[in-house]
């Protein structure tokens, strides 16, 4: 397994957002698991929750092994994901992985900040990098991927393009129901993408928003002792169990709407490390997108 696995955290997000009082109850004990490791909650998230307002999180995927392993690993999924109760929307925004940044006076990738410090240092990165206030965020590790996507019974995703990949084959146009392992090689492929990395962050959105309007229809998936077997040994977060029983019971509509997008770089070679350089227009673009959906 590789670094494809921002949308397992849309699945995590989904099963936050889509119960209420029963779910929350089953869901305290999971909870308590995936913030164990963390020091601080985020007192920002509990505020903004109790009070119905709009949120945004940062999504994080780890690109090798288990949240236990020696080797750390790379953030090689970020997404910004902004719910708002107001206008029952939800907002994904894809951050290019190899976007061009400064370290410590080091110039290093946005995901390499995991690397060098923790989730939270990646939080600091993109707040700088966007000139945006994050409210808290979720890790993921590549461990548990095909025990989440299996345990809500598969997805079903309609192909964007022809592909064969890892011994499966997706036609352009015709949907497919994907178990664990079918779901990340069609999220996995990079190179055969006309689009790139870009491509294939459209590809897990597709995924992600699958997932979501499935655990809406299907609540009761989310509530499999396998599913929150698999979330507890594999997500950490900072969000605390209040601001969790916040969003179960205040912001179930946001995802009624999902909206995707994605940051988009020029490619060049500093040496022997290729990087994306982000235009001044297109972080003011981002920027601008996070905020409108913050307060639209």
Do not use: C
């Not at 976007?99 to 410090?117: F, R, S």
């Not at 997805?155 to 997706?170: I, K, M, S, W």
């Not at 929150?228 to 950490?236: D, E, I, M, T, W």
């Not at 977060?237 to 912001?251: E, F, G, M, Q």
């Amino acid at each position: 397994m590789k670094k494809v696995i921002l949308w397992v955290l849309g699945i995590i997000l989904a099963s936050v957002i889509g119960f209420g009082g029963y779910s929350y109850y089953k869901l305290s004990n999971t909870t308590s698991k995936i913030y164990s490791g963390t020091q601080h909650t985020s007192k920002i998230s509990d505020t903004k929750t109790k009070k119905g307002q709009s949120i945004a999180y940062l999504l994080l995927g780890t690109d090798t092994g288990a949240l236990g392993r020696t080797e750390k690993g790379r953030t090689d999924t970020m997404i910004v994901m902004v719910l708002n109760p107001d206008t029952n929307t939800t907002t994904m925004v894809s951050l290019q992985r190899d976007t061009k940044i400064q370290i410590d006076g080091q110039t290093e990738k946005l995901n390499a900040a995991y690397q060098y410090g923790d989730a939270q240092s990646s939080v600091d990165q993109v707040e700088k990098l966007l000139n945006i206030k994050l409210d808290g965020y979720l890790l993921v590790n590549m461990n548990g991927l095909e025990q989440l996507v299996n345990a809500v019974g598969g997805v079903d995703v309609t192909a964007p393009l022809t592909f064969n990949y890892e011994g499966y084959a997706f036609t352009q146009g015709q949907n497919y129901h994907m178990d664990g392992q079918k779901a990340l090689a069609f999220s996995r492929m990079r190179y055969d993408d006309p689009n790139g990395d870009y491509g294939r962050q459209m590809r897990q959105q597709l995924v992600i928003s699958a997932v979501i309007n499935k655990l809406k229809n299907n609540p009761t998936n989310v509530l499999s002792d396998n599913f929150l077997q698999a979330v507890s040994q594999n997500v950490r977060t900072n969000i605390s169990l209040n601001s969790v029983r916040n969003l179960a019971t205040k912001y179930k509509g946001s995802a009624d709407n999902i909206e995707r997008d994605q940051m988009k770089g020029e490619g060049v070679m500093i040496g022997s490390v290729s990087y994306q350089i982000m235009p001044e227009s297109e972080i003011s673009r981002v920027h601008t997108i996070i905020e409108q959906a913050r307060n639209n």
